[in-house]
C-alpha cells in the first residue's frame, strides 16, 4: 500500500540555492519537452515519445545548456514521465492540454525518483546533488520502500517534501455493507457536507474566520498602487493567508473522511460537476469547490485502504426534489425552498437532507440492495 508522508525542510542558504535551481530546471526541460512534442506534430505530423524526448535530453538539450549537469538527472527524466502522463490524461479523460509550466505558479516543485534516504535519528533527509543533509522536522515516522518524492517551496518561501512510501502490505478485502451501514453524503452551499443520518458538517469555524479575513485582505490589496511597495506587502499577507486557510482546510477535510470512513462501512456520493464549478470565480465557492474534490479523493484511497466501499452515483439533478418516502416529485421547489412538506404522505423534508437519503438510495439501488 502507498501512502504520502509530508514534512517541512529547512535548508541553509546554500542548500536553498541548489533546491531553487531544480526547480528551475525540472521546469525548463517540462517546457522544452512539451515544445519539442508540439513542434513535431506541427510540422511533421509526427508523435515524439518519452524515448525519442530522453534521447534528445541527453544528446541535444543537456551538451547545450551546461548548467542543468549540476541538477539530478533522475529528476529530469521525471519530468518527461509527468509529461506523458498529462498527455495521457487529455487524451484518455479529455482533461485540458498540457500548459507550458510558469515560474509565476503559486506552488513550484520538483521530483525524486529514488536515491534519497531520511533519517530519523538526526531529522535529517539526504538529496541527490546535496553534500550536506537538509534538516527537517520528521513528526511521523514510517516503514517501507521509498518512493517518489516531491520537494516544494510555497509563495511565502517555505519548503516541504512529500514522500511516497510502499510498506508492502496488501490492501484488506472490502467489507460487506447494508442499508444500515451506508451513509449518503451530498454538499451543499449552506454546509460544507450534509448526511443521510440528519448530520450537518459545517467548516470548522476557525476556517471561516481565515475565509472572511482574505476577502478584506483581497479588497486591501486591490485598492493599492500596482507595483508599489505596500501592494507587494499586502500581496505578501494574501499569500500568507492563503497558505493558512490550505492547511486549516487540509486538516480539517483529512479528520471529518477519517471519521467518516472508520464510522461507515460505505459511503454513497454524487459525482460532481468540476469543471462547471471551475468557472465559478466567487472565492468562498472556489475554496468549498476545491474542499469538495479533495475531500472525494480522500474518502476513495482511505475506502480503499481500510476495506471499505466509496458508491458513486451520476450527478442526479431531482434528488433534493423526490420525497425520499414516497418518491413524489415536487417540481415547484426553488433554489429558496429549504423546507418542504410532500403532499403525498405528508413527510417534512429538510431539503438537504432529504436529498443525501435519495444519494444514499440511489446508490444502494445500482447494488441491488435495496428493493422498491
Ligand atoms: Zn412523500
Redesign the pocket.
Known sequence: MLKAYKYRLYPSESQIEILVKHIGACRFTYNWALEQKNKAYEVDKKYLSRFELQHRLVHDLKPNNEWLKEVNSQSLLNTLINLESAFTRFFREKKGFPNFKSRKNPVQSFQIPQHYSVDFETDTIKLPKLKQPIKAKLHRKFEGKLKTATVSITPTGKYYISILVDDGKELPEKEMFDEKSTLGIDVGLTHFAILSNGEKIDNPKHLRNSMDRMKILQKRTSKKQKGSKNRNKARLAVSTLHEKIRNQRTDFLHKTSSKLISENQAIAVETLNISGMLKNHCLAQAIGDVSWSVFFRQLEYKAERYGKTLLKIGQFEPSSKL?N??G?HNGKMTLKDRYWS?P??N?EHDRDINAAINIKKFALQNQNLLNI
Open positions: 420525497c418516502v414516497c413524489f410532500c403525498e404522505c413527510t
